[in-house]
Structure formats: C-alpha cells, structure tokens
C-alpha cells in the first residue's frame, strides 16, 4: 500500500548479506502513513476504513493480511491537539497486532507531511502494562532528525502523474475518482568491510483515489518495489560491479470496507472521544440531587 508499506521487505533484501526466508513476514504497520494528509481533515472519533493487502516477492516472501485503521480518539498533548490513530494487523494464523499513535493536527499542513511524520508523531502504544492499561510512550525524534536534512543526504526522487478520472472495482463496491501514478526512489551508500555497497530502492504505485473513502481517501492501490545493489573495494569506485537487482515485489491494498463505531483495542475510554466532547464532560456540573432523593433521606420518627 501507499508510503511503502512494501518496502521493509525489499530494504532487507539488499542490506543482509543473504536472502530472507521464505517464510518470513512484515513487520506490524503503523498506519500514521497511510491517511491522506493533503487535505483538511473530515473524519471523526470512530471512523475507519479496512483493506486486504496482499504481496510477494521473488524472494518468495508473502503477505496476505488484513489492515483496519481506526481514529479512536483525540487528546490535547500540552496544547497540541492531536488524534489517535489505531492500525489493527490480522493475519490468519498469527496473533493479531495492534499500533496507536497521537498524532498533531499540525501535520495536515504541512506540504512534506509524509516526509515528516515522526516529527508530528507525540505518543506511541504498543503493548500493555501487567494491569492491562496501555503503555504510553513520548515520541522523542531522533536529534539527528532535527539537525540534519534527509533530503540533501539521501534524497527521495519521485514523479508524479495524473492518468485521469478513472473507476475501479473493490470488495466494498465500484468507485469512481482520480488514478494516479507515483515513481519514487532512492538509493544509499554504505560501508561493510573492506568494500562499500550501494543499495537502491524504486517504487512504482498505481493509485485510484475517491472522495467516499473515509481517512486514506484510498479505493485500491497496486505496486512494484525492485531493490538493487552494486558493490565495490574501497578506494575503488571504478571497479564497481553493475547494478544488480536483488529482489522484486509486486503488491496490492484493496478496500474491504468502512464505517462508524468500532471500539479501540488499546486507547482507554476517556480518550475516546473528541476533545470538544471531552471539554463539555470535564464543564458539565454535578447533577443536583432531586428533591425526591432528599426527602427519602430524611430519617423518619
């Protein structure tokens, strides 16, 4: 899906010295990158939007799981406002894996949103405390996040073209938007021994885009990763081999369903709620006692 999802299987591919197992797996998705941040935001406490999302490599890693995310909830972070965004990951046959981040309302306006989503990323959940309360972690970016500019030292190289209004077909239904192509790469130079190795990533993604679809704003996406690498002694760049590819993914996040109403699996129950509800509770006085229960109070004689 959309913002690389694909992608940590192709980085493992060409940074480990040997293929990853066919049976191995993604790790848990944080959907902080998956809703749509060029737009103001319109969703509400509740909502949430489901894809089966599906993928293999031709490493023979698979993917075939199931991704729900939630707005579960919003909380004032030392006057930031901000929402909780639940992504629930079900796989048949593995435990079902939760993450939830406190994110700034900030972010929606800031025009690299995606390319700076830790740095409007406030909390973190992940697991349980013994009791069963959630855990709550302060994010805290890395300083060299804030010192240094990704994009001058690894920079991220993408197009993008409008290819039109388009309809497309999902489980939820027939959905008509605007479909877009996206080509995105990026490449890196590291030491390992004596030699340096160049690792580079391209993405191709195919995206079909409606207004109907709640947070993500995403009916269906197809995509292509190709990892590739080249190598060479140190102090002998000329002597570098050819740029090789490493591993290829073909992908794809299709909308299941969406709606209203779910409960969160890890925000607690005060945080349920938007931050105007929230308000109203913490103004609302203690009901006075009706005189009805005054009466019966009254010790009789």
Same mark, same amino acid.
């Given at each position: 899906m959309r913002r690389a999802i694909f992608l940590m299987l192709l980085a493992a591919a060409v940074t480990l010295p040997s293929a990853p197992a066919s049976g191995a797996t993604y790790a848990p998705l944080n959907g902080i990158g998956l809703v749509d941040y060029s737009r103001k935001p319109n969703f509400k406490v509740g909502d949430w939007v489901k894809y089966r999302m599906t993928g293999k490599s031709e490493l023979g890693v698979t993917q075939d799981s199931y991704v729900t995310v939630l707005i579960a909830g919003e909380e004032d972070f030392w006057g930031d406002p901000g929402f909780w965004i639940e992504t629930w990951t079900d796989e048949p046959g593995r435990p079902p894996e939760t993450q939830a981040a406190l994110m700034s309302y900030e972010i929606f306006g800031d025009t690299s949103a995606v390319e700076r989503l830790q740095l409007y990323m406030r909390k973190t959940v992940s697991m349980q405390n013994e009791d069963g309360s959630p855990r709550f972690d302060i994010n805290k970016p =890395? $300083?060299?996040?804030?010192?240094? #500019? #990704?994009?001058?030292?690894? !920079?991220? #190289?993408?197009? #993008?073209?409008?290819? @039109?209004? *388009?309809?497309?077909?999902? !489980?939820? @239904?027939?959905?008509? @938007?605007?479909?877009m192509l996206l080509k995105e790469g990026t490449g890196a130079t590291q030491t390992v021994g004596d030699s340096s190795v160049y690792t580079e990533l391209r993405?191709?993604? %195919?995206?079909?885009? $409606?207004?109907?679809? !709640?947070? %993500?704003? /995403? =009916?269906?996406? *197809?995509?292509? %990763?190709? =990892?590739?690498?080249? $190598?060479? /002694? /140190?102090?002998?760049?000329? *002597? =570098?081999?050819?740029? %090789?590819?490493?591993?290829? @993914?073909?992908?794809?996040a299709r909308l299941l369903d969406f709606g209203h109403g779910l409960q969160p699996r890890l925000i607690p129950e005060p945080l349920r709620h938007s931050l105007a509800e929230q308000r109203a509770a913490e103004r609302a006085p203690a009901r006075p006692r009706s005189v009805a229960s005054k009466a019966a109070d009254k010790p009789r004689h």
């Open positions: =890395a $300083a060299g996040m804030l010192k240094t #500019r #990704r994009e001058v030292k690894n !920079p991220v #190289r993408w197009t #993008r073209d409008t290819l @039109g209004v *388009d309809t497309v077909q999902t !489980p939820k @239904g027939t959905f008509k @938007g605007m479909k993405e191709n993604r %195919t995206s079909w885009y $409606a207004d109907a679809v !709640p947070i %993500t704003h /995403l =009916a269906r996406e *197809d995509v292509e %990763t190709i =990892a590739s690498r080249k $190598a060479w /002694l /140190l102090g002998r760049s000329g *002597d =570098a081999t050819e740029l %090789t590819t490493r591993d290829r @993914g073909l992908g794809t």
